[in-house]
């Protein structure tokens, strides 16, 4: 089943409605004419006209009240019919992840899910308007032909050449707006992220360089622009030609019919309205292409919804007596990382250390499973990650970032959406962010907008949001904005306090209870100490705090071990000095 259909099937039982609407009001306008030729011979005959003129206003006013009735629905197809896809697609977009959607820039994916679905949200309606289109003119021939055979063979004759004007039209939009919304998408989605790296581009200077990549595609754009209207102004040019050709043929021989006394006058004013419903299938051009604008935008939207979502399994964390957050990496391939075999104990603080470009951002994203390895298995406590289910999986792991993305309403939003206030403050706290956010306008309640924050402020928050994991805490180079005091704060709560060359592993108990007993707290410095972090760093006082450094080069495990082994070989040392 094609996007467009499934598009249009959803309306439901508002496709019927629309249906039956629009036939109703088809058999008004066909009935109609036919009516006032009755009341014209009538009236030429002396007879009694109001009883049908009482009719044909009948008739007239069911038209009108079918015609309401057909907006109305039309208008809620479209807006319901928009909303469902929009769900559905933004959805899809979430669930598949950052490894399905790299291929599309945020622009396009803003471009689809919000003018493209509206197009396709258009597809019943403009389907039902297409079809109602038709069924006059094809009426009309039925009933000409009904009056007089001679009367149908000069309509046909005309009515033909605009159909098929109607199909070239059809074939050729269709054609020339999926190029012109490509195009669009391509501007769209530079101009994105043009508008996010704007201090970038002033500070550099480079406006002009920048406003002709953004446009670069505004040629295309502007090629397929021109190629729809000269589309749309041919079939017009033929349709204006065709339609009153038509119409003069059918008077023309009406008139001869009449003379010779084969029709009334009534029957040639009822030829002759049949014929100007018939020639209005050239006007049909402007439904033909809401309907070409609706399946290119089904056909923009199946893109994204076709996109494979990250599947997760139904297991649970694993309750283990020996410490939890045990991660392996087993024969793991994935990107510029080879046959990655690596054990990390539970518990531990990991730094994970390595030049640029040697894979410790990878790394990292296979941890908390952000990406799936090409080959091989990631496991947390045993078990694979893609058998854990995603309700278990996530509150276990935790990720912060270089450059966080906050995202909410209010800074508590951005911590933590719907969680209980101390919960948050709790994370804040222990993220050392706190202090900075109760100094906001509304603290924590202030709105995101209004909450301008430095790098390191930000990245604080990201970190405040991943610090409630249970098992696992991934750290991808998240404090390399922080200044030198707050870093020191920060590696004190992740590292548990730890006096320089770390803590040994023996001094927590397996159920995470510190050495004085006390129970670890979220909020506390000691609370990381009960779960594994995995820390990209560049600095070597931050490895040399960890429990354990892995040093990779060119994707593969150069080494493993204390900060202080692994110093005595030069090109370890080169790593910090690069």
């Known amino acids: 089943m094609s996007a467009y259909t499934t598009v249009v099937r959803h309306a439901g039982i508002r496709l019927p409605i629309l249906s039956l609407a629009a036939l109703v009001s088809a058999a008004v306008t066909l009935a109609v004419p036919d009516l006032l030729g009755a009341t014209v011979d009538a009236a030429a005959a002396g007879h009694g006209v109001g009883s049908r003129l009482l009719a044909a206003g009948a008739l007239i006013a069911v038209g009108v009240l079918c015609d309401m009735a057909s907006a109305y629905t039309a208008a809620s197809t479209t807006a319901g019919t928009t909303a469902w896809l929009r769900q559905r697609m933004t959805r899809r977009v979430l669930d598949a992840g950052p490894a ?15 003018a493209n679905a509206a197009d396709a949200g258009r597809a019943a309606p403009g389907l039902v308007a297409a079809l109602a ?21 000069a309509f046909l004759v005309g009515t033909a050449g605009v159909a098929f004007v109607l199909r070239a039209f059809t074939r050729d939009t269709s054609r020339v707006l999926r190029a012109y919304l490509e195009a669009q998408g391509r501007i769209v989605g530079r101009l ?32 397929a622009g021109r190629a729809t209207w000269r589309v749309l102004a041919r079939s017009t040019f033929r349709g204006a030609v065709l339609g009153p050709a038509t119409l003069a043929a059918v008077l023309a021989v009406g008139g001869l019919e009449l003379a010779r006394g084969r029709l009334t006058p009534g029957e040639l004013f009822a030829a002759g309205r049949y014929a100007s419903i018939g020639t209005g299938l050239g006007g049909l051009t402007s439904v033909f292409a809401g309907v070409a604008r609706s399946r290119a935008g089904a056909a923009r939207a199946a893109e994204l919804l076709a996109l494979t979502e990250v599947e997760y399994g139904d297991e649970a964390v694993p309750a283990v007596s020996g410490g ?13 990382l080879r046959d990655v075999d690596l054990t990390l104990p539970p518990g531990a603080a990991v730094a994970v250390v390595g030049p640029s470009g040697s894979g410790k951002s990878a790394l990292a994203a296979l941890a908390a499973r952000l990406r799936d390895p090409e080959y091989g298995d990631v496991l ?42 101390p919960s948050v403050e709790a994370a804040a706290l222990a993220a050392r962010a706190d202090a900075f956010v109760r100094r906001l306008p509304a603290g924590y309640d202030t709105l995101l907008a209004e909450a301008p924050m430095s790098g390191g402020e930000a990245q604080r928050i990201g970190l405040a949001r991943a610090w409630p994991a249970t098992r696992l805490l991934v750290l991808d180079d998240a404090t390399s904005s922080l200044d030198t005091a707050t870093e020191a704060l920060i590696t004190d709560a992740l590292l548990g306090g730890a006096p320089p060359g770390g803590t040994p592993l023996d001094e927590v108990r397996p159920d995470g209870v510190l050495p004085n007993g006390a129970p670890p707290d979220v909020a506390s410095p000691e609370g990381a100490r009960g779960r594994t972090r995995l820390i990209v760093t560049h600095r070597a006082a931050t490895a040399g705090r960890a429990d354990l450094v892995v040093w990779l080069d060119a994707g593969r495990v150069r080494g493993v071990g204390r900060h202080e082994e692994l110093w005595q070989d030069a090109e370890y040392r080169e790593v910090f000095a690069a």
């Open 100 to 114: 399905a959607t790299d291929a599309f820039t945020p622009g396009d994916l803003l471009s689809r899910v919000c």
């Open 133 to 153: 289109g038709v069924a006059p003119p094809a009426g009309s021939l039925v009933l000409l032909a009904v009056i007089d055979p001679w009367l149908a063979a």
């Open 192 to 223: 994105v992220e043009s508008l996010a790296g704007i201090r970038t581009i002033a500070a550099a200077g480079t406006a002009a360089a920048e406003r002709e990549r953004v446009l670069a595609d505004l040629p295309a754009l502007g090629a």
């Open 324 to 336: 939890a957050g045990k991660l392996e990496f087993r024969a793991v391939s994935f990107g510029v």
């Open 380 to 421: 947390l406590d045993g078990v694979p990650l893609p058998r854990i289910a995603h309700g278990d999986l996530r509150p276990a792991v935790g990720c912060a970032f270089e450059r966080p993305a906050l995202i909410g309403a209010t800074v508590a939003d951005a911590i933590a959406p719907g969680a209980l206030r």
